[in-house]
């Protein structure tokens, strides 16, 4: 009965253990279970069947933690869990092309450096160089950077 309840907490540490690694995020309940499980099946052993099957026992342990470890990195079923979906969508950058420096427009949010303005019936998200502008604020194009839209406040 001694080592039908060491090989169940050995069991259970080594699926607890591939939980944690490879579904679980983070330190969770199912890595403090596994280090607690395996603690227990080796004190369990040593205190209830003696040194040596002790020692064979924190042997098993360790073999079976490093064993299910390279099992299941080797096995297919890694790949099944693995994200293989690649991202090859873009932002409909059509308003912007249609915008040149020198062009007036108006705020349509508060520009805390970043917000959106309307430019030639366009809504365009737009960076502000003179700082914090309120909405409404009649604007102009300064100049165009990288798909970035820099405008300031239109002087009158």
Request: glycine share 8%; proline share 1%.
């Amino acid at each position: 009965m001694d080592i039908l309840i060491i090989a169940v907490l050995i069991i259970a540490a080594v699926i607890l253990f591939l939980v944690e690694l490879f579904v679980i995020p983070g330190i969770s309940l199912a890595g403090i279970s596994a280090l607690v499980c395996i603690v227990y099946a080796n004190f369990y052993a040593f205190a209830n069947l003696g040194m040596a099957a002790g020692f064979i026992t924190l042997g098993i342990s360790t073999v079976a933690c490093i064993g299910s470890l390279v099992w299941f990195m080797r096995s297919k079923m890694l790949d099944k869990l693995a994200l293989k979906k690649d991202i090859d969508s873009t932002i409909d950058r059509s308003a912007e092309k249609k915008i040149k420096v020198g062009d007036t427009g108006i705020s349509t949010t508060r520009l805390a450096q970043i917000g959106y303005a309307n430019i030639n019936g366009n809504i365009v998200e737009v960076k502000s160089m003179d700082g914090l502008l309120n909405e409404k604020t009649p604007i102009i194009v300064s100049r165009i950077t990288d798909g970035t839209i820099m405008v300031e406040k239109l002087k009158n």
